[in-house]
């Protein structure tokens, strides 16, 4: 008699002993799902007595869920496929989607070396991962991520000063977040946080927006318009995007922090203002100083205090954290009941490089919740990766300029049918500012209709 037997028989002895003593939920199951074996603890949850269930097991969906089919959250199959250990996170009942569950499967070979059983484990982690996220949270910003972690020190750290903070990292890390939460822990936090997108207005907008205007100051300016440097006097403004100020524009804001005072557009005398000043870039602009493209004073006088954001592919501890936290949030804004996701739509966020970020994920996780017609999020609407682009023949590409030109045509065509021709979003997949996609949309004769 193998171990298996003498377990269901109840002959196990000491190994019975211990597995009865264990508070996780443990069963041992075959081909079949037939239950072989239930330690007492699982035997919590099954709908008759103990020792009717281990006298007439049956199936284990049966038994425990009252169910006609596999649970969708079951992972037993894929181990019978596998020959692997699978495992999975889902919540019990609708009645308690707070509670959360953990299942650890592996696999049992017989005496031909073939798998014959699967032992599943079920832990209960709801206190857990309640504890969890409430640990990896800092100022409504969740990692448990070790860069981040010096992230949330400097935050502590720069949130005490005045000086001004140049927030660096890819599309999509959370800048805004980052000088959300540097604004709320600060003296200034009881007066507001302006927040500007600087490449995502033309530089006449941008100055009228950032410094306003007077009245009569150009066609259309029937009333004086406070600028978002007034309107955050005494508390924090968000640059965002600076390296995509025009070298007019970099002066003028060189002069607002330089001597605390703006002027009007459309004005001659100025008006002095107290602002804590907190710029982002998603490009180096070290390197934007080197070509001349940005001022090395702008550059110095905003770089005071540099955080770098790494991207989430460098976060792979944070991806199933984050992605649990968007789901929990949107099925309470849309008023589903989703348990969960599946093993394989965590190991397929798993394999993903992420290039969008969390802005990503958190926009993936948001259509999964809207379409999802199950009890869990199967997968997420993954797109493929852009093809790589072939190289160019000779005969092809004439020149270097030529071959440079046509890559940048083809890789913008690509981001373009990706987003339908949504100009924001393509800008924020290819690291640049709006103004730059229509530029170049102009440049190679590019109509975003075609991607309706």
Not at 56 to 84: L, M, N, W, Y
Not at 297 to 314: E, G, K, T
């Amino acid at each position: 008699m193998n171990t298996t037997q003498s377990l269901r028989s109840g002959d196990g002895g000491l190994a019975a002993a211990a597995l009865n003593g264990i508070q996780d939920s443990i069963k041992i199951v075959d081909r079949a799902f037939n239950l072989i074996y239930a330690n007492a603890e699982a035997l919590k949850d099954a709908a008759r007595p103990a020792d009717e269930v281990m006298a007439h097991p049956g199936k284990c969906f049966e038994t425990f869920f009252q169910s006609r089919a596999q649970c969708s959250f079951c992972v037993i199959d894929k181990v019978f496929e596998t020959g692997q250990p699978v495992f999975n996170i889902f919540h019990p009942s609708e009645e308690a989607p707070s509670a959360v569950r953990e299942i650890s499967a592996f696999p049992l070979t017989g005496e031909t070396g073939k798998v014959e059983y699967v032992i599943e484990i079920v832990r209960d982690v709801t206190r857990l991962t309640t504890e969890l996220v409430k640990d990896h949270e800092f100022s409504g910003i969740i990692s448990k991520n070790e860069k981040m972690a010096q992230v949330f020190e400097l935050i502590k750290a720069v949130a005490a000063a005045n000086s001004t903070v140049l927030i660096t990292g890819e599309t999509g890390t959370g800048k805004e977040l980052i000088a959300r939460a540097i604004h709320r822990n600060s003296r200034r936090s009881e007066r507001r946080m302006v927040s500007v997108n600087c490449g995502a207005l033309p530089e006449t907008l941008l100055e009228s927006e950032l410094f306003g205007y007077e009245k009569g100051a150009f066609t259309g300016a029937g009333e004086r318009r406070i600028g978002v440097f007034e309107q955050a006097h005494k508390g924090t403004l968000f640059l965002d995007e600076i390296g995509s100020i025009s070298q007019n524009m970099q002066v003028k804001i060189l002069r607002a922090l330089q001597e605390g005072e703006i002027t009007r557009v459309g004005g001659s005398e100025p008006v002095r203002v107290d602002v804590r000043i907190i710029c982002a870039a998603n490009v180096n602009l070290e390197d934007m100083v080197r070509r001349g493209e940005f001022r090395d004073d702008l550059y110095y006088r905003v770089n005071v205090v540099p955080i770098l954001l790494p991207p989430l592919r460098d976060r792979g501890e944070d991806i199933h954290l984050l992605a649990e936290h968007y789901l929990k949030r949107f099925c309470e804004e849309t008023g589903k009941a989703l348990q969960g996701f599946t093993a394989n739509a965590i190991a397929q966020m798993n394999r993903y490089r992420w290039p969008g970020n969390v802005r990503e994920l958190k926009n993936l996780v948001e259509r999964a919740v809207i379409l999802s017609r199950g009890q869990f999020v199967e997968k997420l609407d993954i797109g493929s990766p852009i093809e790589p682009l072939q190289p160019a023949s000779p005969e092809s590409a004439r020149s270097l300029k030529e071959a440079a030109e046509t890559a940048e045509r083809r890789y913008l065509i690509s981001v373009l049918r990706q987003t339908r021709g949504a100009i924001t979003a393509a800008a924020e997949a290819a690291g640049v500012n709006a103004r730059t996609i229509h530029r170049k949309m102009r440049e190679f004769n590019i109509g975003k209709e075609e991607f309706k």
